[in-house]
């Protein structure tokens, strides 16, 4: 089956450390994308990519670094320069400027920081 | 910049009468609007899309949603709520940047059907 995998899907993190999200799609999209989603706040774009070796930031980039070595693995790294990063993150793809620009979305990672 | 606002934190509902979750959006040039649903602790599922054509878009899980241009909304309905139908419902617009494009995402709105 295609589709997106998102591993952990429950994180916890100490104060003070990075930790990496891994985002992995077997769908040959183009674009991924990674949301950070907060509660009453809906969904928030961190970081974008549309193809390999390119990414873009989004509206929420600070605290956060992202890589696209291979088409289809997007990971995050949420760093401790992230303020308040106990949120939950969800990692997207769509087949790229081609299509309409309907995302796929992964089952998401809970990220909490003790 | 491209938007969407959808003006409900919560809608109720009582099993099988019609619902309606609320979107509006803002665009400049023709707009690309969709909704997704969400249940807990799980990702977000592709429910319809609005591109072009006939107003009234059918999608999954017996849901539609009316375009209507006048009015800058795209309201999301069903004609009989079942109690699965519980969850948090996100409209979604496209924006194109530098030729990338990505979804902007309005509040969510979480819909309760009561048995």
């Known amino acids: 089956d295609g589709g997106i995998t998102q591993s952990p899907k429950y994180l916890f993190r100490k104060e003070g450390q990075n930790v990496t999200l891994s985002c992995e799609q077997n769908?040959?999209?183009?674009?991924m994308y990674w949301y950070r989603q907060d509660p009453g706040q809906g969904l928030r774009l961190i970081y974008y990519?549309?193809?390999?070796?390119?990414?873009q930031k989004g509206d929420i980039a600070e605290g956060y670094s992202v890589s696209r070595e291979k088409k289809e693995s997007f990971p995050l790294t949420v760093t401790s320069a992230q303020k308040n990063p106990t949120a939950f993150y969800l990692c997207?793809?769509?087949?790229?400027?081609?299509?309409?620009?309907?995302?796929?979305f992964g089952e998401g990672s809970r990220l909490t920081v003790l | 910049a491209q938007s969407v606002a959808q003006p409900e934190d919560q809608v109720n509902v009582a099993e099988g009468n019609p619902l309606t979750v609320k979107c509006t959006y803002s665009?400049?040039?023709?707009?690309?609007l969709f909704w997704y649903v969400q249940y807990p602790n799980r990702g977000l599922q592709f429910l319809l899309k609005?591109?072009?054509?006939?107003?009234l878009v059918k999608g999954s899980y017996g849901f539609e949603a009316e375009f209507n241009k006048s009015q800058t909304s795209f309201h999301l309905k069903k004609p009989s709520a079942l109690v699965s139908d519980s969850a948090l419902y996100f409209c979604?617009?496209?924006?194109?940047?530098?030729?990338?494009?990505?979804?902007?995402f309005g509040q969510g709105t979480r819909l309760t059907i009561n048995p």
């Open positions: 997207a793809s769509s087949a790229g400027t081609v299509n309409t620009g309907e995302l796929f």
């Open positions: 769908l040959n999209h183009d674009a």
């Open positions: 990519s549309q193809i390999v070796n390119d990414f």
């Open positions: 665009v400049s040039g023709n707009p690309y």
């Open positions: 609005y591109i072009t054509g006939d107003n």
């Open positions: 979604a617009v496209r924006d194109r940047i530098q030729g990338a494009q990505k979804l902007v």
